[in-house]
T-cell receptor, first 109, second 117 residues
Framework: QKEVEQDPGPLSVPEGAIVSLNCTYS??????FMWYRQYSRKGPELLMY????GNKEDGRFTAQVDKSSKYISLFIRDSQPSDSATYLC?????????FGTGTRLQVFP | DTGVSQNPRHKITKRGQNVTFRCDPI?????LYWYRQTLGQGPEFLTY????????KSRLLSDRFSAERPKGSFSTLEIQRTEQGDSAMYLC???????????????FGEGSRLTVL
């Protein structure tokens, strides 16, 4: 079993839709959770970071962690074509990050 | 600050040849990571340096792979006797502090793509 599991998609939605991206993880000791965004032919860049359980909001993006079910979510409101990218969930297996497989998202006008 | 720089961006080689990739991290960052990413997969950890010390290596890093970071600045990743299964994007990342102190942020380069024919 992989430490972080993520549905690879692809996910195709119309502009303005609400997008839900999800991951599960196996180790209950994980405390830090991140979402990275990776555009085609680029390196990943940090989008959101959360510690332990709860929600964190940043503009159109909301990250949610449910430690009881080992479930990580990223919600994108009012999705834009510029949001088209691969979204990677990650957790900290000190001293490194452990990534999911990534979900490819396409937002069409 | 020009970010993390990786060279070459793309390398095509024949099976059995040796290749070397270079990573120049952000100048004040003392932590440097190498990851490998294949199509449709997330980045997989290969190795980690704190300054010049290589502190962790993944079991993915077979004895054909070697990484160095002399003087704690740039790093090189060498693959000897390349195999077709080595074809991937090799990503370098750096950070100034530990992940827990740094909100989990690694700064990635654009990667070096290896194609082994």
């Amino acid at each position: 079993q992989k430490e972080v599991e993520q549905d690879p998609g692809p996910l195709s939605v119309p502009e303005g839709a609400i997008v839900s991206l999800n991951c599960t993880y196996s180790n209950s000791a994980f405390q830090y959770f991140m979402w990275y965004r990776q555009y085609s032919r680029k390196g990943p860049e940090l989008l959101m970071y959360t510690y332990s359980s709860g929600n964190k909001e940043d503009g159109r993006f909301t990250a949610q962690v449910d430690k009881s079910s080992k479930y990580i979510s990223l919600f994108i409101r009012d999705s834009q074509p510029s949001d088209s990218a691969t979204y990677l969930c990650a957790t900290q297996g000190s001293p490194k990050l452990i990534f999911g497989t990534g979900t490819r998202l396409q937002v069409f006008p | 600050d020009t970010g993390v720089s990786q060279n070459p961006r793309h390398k095509i080689t024949k099976r059995g040849q040796n290749v070397t990739f270079r990573c120049d991290p952000i100048s004040e960052h003392n932590r440097l990571y190498w990851y490998r990413q294949t199509l449709g997969q997330g980045p997989e950890f290969l190795t980690y340096f704190q300054n010049e010390a290589q502190l962790e290596k993944s079991r993915l890093l077979s004895d054909r792979f070697s990484a160095e970071r002399p003087k704690g600045s740039f790093s090189t990743l060498e693959i000897q006797r390349t195999e077709q299964g080595d074809s991937a994007m090799y990503l370098c990342a750096s950070s100034e502090r530990s992940l827990s102190e740094n909100t989990g942020e690694l700064f990635f380069g654009e990667g070096s793509r290896l194609t082994v024919l």
